[in-house]
């Protein structure tokens, strides 16, 4: 189970809080600038997507990059900052968190070195595995100065050390929208980072090096001057025993992705030095990952289509359109339907399928048209949504599930 994340009882079931799936609907996340209490994480800068900006190389340089593995980082201990727990985090987003169920599994993290020196950067990489969802969005959230926490979408991140040592916590999340202001966590894990002081020069920086992907093994580096100072003739070492020489501050470069095995993970480190107009060697470091990539995914052995009614006098309906591809054929078991409370508790029960769902036509190969219908007392006024899960499995004995919300509060009672 994911750090931080709750069980519950009830009805003598024992149920992981996880999040449920939801068919329909996209998932936006936004940061929005809220500062939390005093005591919270040292400063930290936004990061960018596929941008490194990294202090000159004249002072104590990070250990080198591996070339693979990398580095996994163990998950962090239950002494976590109040700034950086799930809940302070979700509050600085402006976000409602709801921890439910998954088959979403977190693997690992992995990093470039074991720790960082005090404002240079370190890529982090994250490993997902379990049963994918529709519609789950990956991102990373730590605390910030400027703003109560940072966000950055995706599997990997070019994470900035703050300019001070000491331990910082930064928590990777596969999540899934809820409605609203309503943020599922589907997986999670928290790592700490070790920033040590490297006795780094605390001059301005004078070189830097940012980068940019374009495909699964090209890059662009771009050399910057924060001074404007003119620059001549750059000299790259790309890591991997290819190096070049430059009269612009640009260059291009490719890493052989032949061989490198579905999520392998390999990182280099990228050298540059340049002149300036005084003559005086200018140096920058920046690291760079590879990740294999998984085959193309297999077409799915089941799809659904979800059509939610107004209201009627027998409850909340909502028609299901299931279709099994040809060459697939699909026999349904049974429903689990989750009753999720609004703080967030979770109850479990598991039914035959056909007396939850109301069969009106068969299609081919295990697909159908149906409804179900969630009657007013099969809801307590503190249910905040009920989600329904068909499982059944394909002719090769293949697990196959679909889900579905078939309950949706419109609003949260008010307090007793």
Known sequence: MSPGVPESRRGGARVRNRLVLVAGGALVLVGVALTLPEGGEAPLRPTTLGTVVVKPSRAVEAPSAPTAPARPLPPASASIPEAATGEALALALNEERVVLTSTVVIEGIDADRPWVCAGEPMMLSARVGGQPEPGDVQRWVWPGSETGAELQPGSRLQWRAPKSAGRYFVRFQVCRDLGGRRVGVLAEQVV?????????????????????????????????????????????????????????????????????????????????????????????????????QPPPDAPPLATLELAREPRGEEGWRSRVTIRVPEGGDVTWERVERLTVSWDDQVESSTRPWREVITVEQDLERGGFRGHVTVRPSDVRPDVKQVVDFLHGRDASGREVALSWASYKSEARPPPR
Not at 216 to 232: E, H, I, Q, Y
Not at 262 to 291: H, I, N, P, Y
């Open 192 to 292: 700490g980072i070790d920033v040590r002081e490297c006795n780094a020069s605390k001059d301005a920086e004078s070189l830097r090096l940012e980068v940019n992907q374009r495909g699964a093994g090209d890059f662009v580096f771009r050399a910057v001057t924060p001074d404007a100072a003119p620059l001549t003739t750059y000299q790259w070492d790309f890591g991997d025993g290819v190096s070049t020489v430059t009269q612009e501050p640009t260059a291009s470069h490719g890493y052989a992705t032949q061989g490198l095995g579905a999520q392998e993970l390999r990182a280099f480190t990228v050298r540059l030095s340049a002149r300036d107009g005084a003559g005086a060697v200018r140096s920058a470091t920046a690291f760079v990952q590879l990740r294999g």
